[in-house]
């Protein structure tokens, strides 16, 4: 139904794992202007969902959770990690705004997350410490049934590639078919032109 669009999976058991693996699970979600919550503990319902107020214009969820202490012996957090894939998904999904707050640290460290220019912003990040040999981020998007493809890259006056793939939002370093894809055909078009 168009939810692998930005999916960060194949198979939708994310939320589900995450709750498994949990003391405490809360869900919170703004749609139609009203707000609804849900809590679980240790993977059981403990309210159905329900009504708790008005959000106004505002639309979005949000998903807290403490891993379960039983499960994990030890819980580590990596701040720069989270930032990291953090920052990755919200190129990835132009509007998006993901914000990571680490309410360990005194004070809390907070960063935001939203790009409305999505992959093209992800290419002048990537580039940010290089020359462009060309001022506009080359930019594609296709889609083909319920497949699609977004591209963008720009050249620098670098002399190493970076290619960063994803699929369905994760990242695929080791390539695959839609890289091998996109390396066949702008070599093709290169070529052609050339």
């Known amino acids: ?15 589900s794992v995450v709750n ?3 003391e405490w699970l809360e869900v ?18 403990m309210y159905p969902l329900k009504e708790v107020g008005e959000c106004g214009d505002s639309t979005g969820t949000t998903v807290t959770f403490l891993p379960d202490k039983q499960i994990f012996e030890e819980t580590v957090y990596d701040y720069d990690i989270l930032k990291q894939r953090l920052r990755e998904m919200a190129f990835l999904t132009k509007g998006l705004r993901i914000v990571l707050r680490d309410l360990r640290t005194d004070p809390v460290v907070e960063k935001a997350f939203h790009y409305e220019g999505g992959i093209r912003e992800f290419v002048t990040y990537l580039n940010r410490t290089k020359t462009p040999l060309h001022d506009q981020v080359i930019y594609v998007a296709g889609q083909k049934g319920d497949s ?5 890259m720009q050249y620098n006056d ?19 078919m839609h890289e091998e ?12 032109y050339g």
């Open 148 to 152: 699609m493809a977004e591209i963008a």
């Open 28 to 45: 919170s979600i703004c749609r139609d202007g009203k707000r609804y919550e849900q809590r679980y503990e240790r993977g059981k319902t």
């Open 20 to 22: 498994a693996l949990s």
């Open 181 to 192: 894809g996109f390396r066949r055909a702008l070599t093709t078009v290169l070529n052609n």
């Open 158 to 176: 670098g002399y190493n590639e970076t290619t960063l793939s994803f699929a369905n939002n994760v990242h695929t370093p080791e390539g695959g």
């Open 1 to 15: 139904g168009g939810g692998y669009k930005v999916s960060g999976g194949l198979h939708g058991v994310g939320a």
